[in-house]
């Protein structure tokens, strides 16, 4: 599939400077660089600015969408008076306001619970297994143990979410159970722009992101809204099947795209 690099042109900018402005983000691999572990990640300083005077206009909406739990994606960003979407859309927090979980996935806690327990159990033994436990979804980190053990634990894994009734999903190096209910980042996404206006005619919509689950929220979107603007960070985007319409190669492109939305929101011109 091929699929146009930005810069942007005339016609793509025409479509970033809409009213009201949403800008929803990915963050690990997008706006913060893949880390060997997910604790180390962190949103460059450069980054944290322009997303700052992004969530400064007053017609704007800049939000976080995660797999990550809200808090830690609120952390992680490290940017105030911005929306978080955490745990893949089970968890959702206005503009400095606490994370209110959403009700369906309240009777899986206990269940979760015994899922990160018994991934720990499997990562004891497994050596570069990294299990994080989201409350609302549980992480198994692979990137750092040795690739001929991934089919193993994939299928130890898959054990556990059948034992508990819930689901399995892939994506960069990482394995994620979650209760079995159909909200994704595409859901939770288009929702939120449905509550902020910015499926309207004359508003802009960004959306990027570098890994299957964002794959979900381009779909959604594009559906929603023929204008929004789409976009799949990474390098290869020939060995990544994207439903995105853009790609930019990485997190220090997807800042500058950033910079863009910032100087055409001002009514500059950055061409
Ligand atoms: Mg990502």
Known sequence: MTIPALPVTPALARRLCGRPLMLLLDIDGTLSPIAPRPEYAIVPLDTQQVLAELAAL??????????????????????????????????????????????????????????????????????????????????????????????????????????LGLRVTRGKEVLELRPPIDIDKGTAAAELAARLGALHAGASLLCAGDDRTDEDAFRALRAASPTSVTVHVGTDPAAFETDAEFYVLDTTAMRELLEVVLVLQRGGSPI
Do not use: M
């Open 58 to 163: 007053p017609y704007a909406s800049v939000v976080a969408i995660s797999g990550r739990a809200a808090d830690d994606a609120r952390r992680v960003v490290g940017v105030d008076g911005i929306w978080i979407i955490g745990n893949h859309g089970f968890e959702i927090a206005p503009p400095n306001r606490p994370a209110e979980t959403r009700p369906e996935v309240a009777p899986f806690a206990a269940r979760i619970a015994d899922a990160a327990a018994r991934c720990s159990t499997i990562a004891q033994h497994t050596p570069g297994v990294v299990v994080e436990d989201k409350q609302w979804t549980v992480s198994v980190h692979y990137r750092l143990a040795h690739p001929s053990i991934v089919p193993a634990l994939s299928n130890e894994i898959a054990d556990v979410a059948r034992d």
